[in-house]
């Protein structure tokens, strides 16, 4: 079914360390996905994206990891910083069905200074 | 960067009452789409849009609710006879096209159903 979810609903990091949010995905057909940030009161923000050809991709401070043998997402995110506290969503793209994204749960990210 | 701008930002309305949540998506992007947050939930999918069309559609849009594209640049999105459960931040979004391009949302409409 259309299902895209996270294990954990929230995470405490301290300033200074590094961030893993988790995601696990159902659809087996799913071939690219996102990680977006949602900051309180504001849109959804893309953060990385990869495709299923790939099972790392490197940003600026994220990293994103796609493990497809058991469906499941990772975002990475270094040197966690006060700004980066946030909900992280994993969301799949289902492009025979207009292109539409399917969004997980979420995590919120909480970072001590 | 460009942005996908919706109005109002707010929006409070009686129960039974007719609302139309304003989007004007990126000038460029030809597929346009609205999902919709109920309060510490997850983003769900509403509806896409493209030329003109309705190209998918979830369970949660019903007869109750319409998009429309009335002119070149303003994307709109009405429910007819708002329900209390209707109560949610409605966000608009608007890519390139249906492949490997990003998806801007809009910062939202806070719809406050009474």
């Known amino acids: 079914g259309e299902s895209v979810g996270l294990h954990l609903p929230t995470l405490s990091v301290q300033e200074g360390d590094n961030s893993i949010i988790n995601c696990a995905y159902s659809n087996s057909a799913s071939d690219y996905f996102i990680w977006y940030k949602q900051e309180s009161g504001k849109g959804p923000q893309f953060i990385i994206d990869i495709r299923s050809n790939m099972d790392k991709r490197q940003g600026q401070r994220v990293t994103v990891l796609l493990n497809k043998t058991v469906k499941h997402l990772s975002l990475q995110i270094a040197a966690t910083q006060p700004g980066d506290s946030a909900v992280y969503f994993c969301?799949?793209?289902?492009?025979?069905?207009?292109?539409?994204?399917?969004f997980g749960q979420g995590t919120e990210l909480s970072v001590k200074p | 960067e460009p942005e996908v701008t919706q109005t109002p930002s707010h929006q409070v309305t009686q129960m039974g009452q007719e609302v139309i949540l304003r989007c004007v998506p990126i000038s460029n992007h030809l597929y346009f789409y609205w999902y919709r947050q109920i309060l510490g939930q997850k983003v769900e999918f509403l509806v896409s849009f493209y030329n003109n069309e309705i190209s998918e559609k979830s369970e949660i849009f019903d007869d109750q609710f319409s998009v429309e594209r009335p002119d070149g640049s303003n994307f709109t999105l009405k429910i007819r006879s708002t329900k209390l459960e209707d109560s949610a931040m409605y966000f608009c979004?608007?890519?390139?096209?249906?492949?490997?391009?990003?998806?801007?949302f809009g910062s939202g409409t806070q719809l406050s159903v009474l």
């Open positions: 979004a608007s890519k390139t096209g249906t492949g490997y391009e990003k998806l801007f």
């Open positions: 969301a799949e793209i289902y492009y025979n069905q207009g292109g539409k994204l399917i």
